[in-house]
């Protein structure tokens, strides 16, 4: 009796605390870290209509219209560290829920702040943007200030179509250039993930998964949109 009592509280005690390690996996597979150094504070979309002029002779215009969603992310240090970011890389970009005109390209910055994405040429979906850690933020540079700072990239719609008029008019580059072509806000809605990795000084990896779902719901209408993103509950940062 004896030995029987033992055995059976020796597998008792392994049963709980295996049962214990499991719920502390499942916790932390469902909620993640509990204390981050730094973490994404705000997001800034800003939804636009843009356009190429083409060398038409027979036309006052001819304009390829494009759609953009610039995205700027701001990351700030959530608790008194003597940590920094060493760099923060953006990779796994999937795009979901595709829309129905156009073709989806991803951006990263390449010019001045006043027209960051005058060279940008090379269409990152399939690839990874890193930015490095600095004394500030430089967009051109991808650098982003180590203490916490704003990094951004553009989700562009292209092959939309041409808008051609034989107008004098004064082109705006707004809603009603999309409306000119007949493409509504259904037709080029579409919703992306991709997997944020912040490196801090210690060499620590914290990853976790944003979805942003675009262009801005008056774009349309408004031709140019601005949507702060503030609620981040549903991303969970895991140390990798």
């Known amino acids: 009796m004896k030995n029987f009592l033992k055995k059976f509280l020796f597998i008792s005690v392994i049963v709980i605390m295996l049962l214990i390690v499991a719920f502390i996996i499942i916790q932390y597979d469902a909620e993640g870290e509990k204390s981050l150094p730094f973490s994404i504070n705000k997001i800034l979309l800003v939804s636009t209509v843009n356009g190429d002029i083409v060398d038409d002779p027979s036309n006052i215009w001819n304009i390829n219209i494009t759609q953009v969603n610039d995205v700027y992310m701001y990351i700030n240090k959530t608790e008194e560290t003597e940590l920094t970011i060493k760099e923060i890389k953006l990779e796994n970009f999937n795009v979901i829920n595709k829309p129905k005109k156009g073709n989806v390209k991803l951006l990263r910055p390449t ?3 006043s027209n960051l994405y005058t060279y940008s040429e090379q269409d990152y979906i399939n690839s990874e943007i890193i930015y490095q850690g600095g004394a500030i933020d430089d967009m051109k540079s991808l650098e982003i200030a180590n203490t916490g700072g704003v990094l951004g990239f553009r989700f562009s719609l292209n092959d939309l179509g041409s808008y051609i008029s034989n107008e004098n008019e004064e082109i705006i580059y707004d809603g009603n250039l999309l409306k000119n072509l007949g493409v509504s806000l259904e037709e080029i809605k579409f919703s992306t993930n991709f997997d944020i990795i912040i490196t801090t000084s210690d060499n620590i990896n914290y990853k976790g998964t944003v979805s942003i779902e675009m262009p801005i719901d008056t774009i349309v209408e408004e031709g ?17």
């Open 111 to 113: 010019g001045e702040l």
């Open 224 to 240: 140019s949109s601005h949507k702060e993103i503030t609620d981040f509950n549903d991303v969970v940062f895991k140390r990798v």
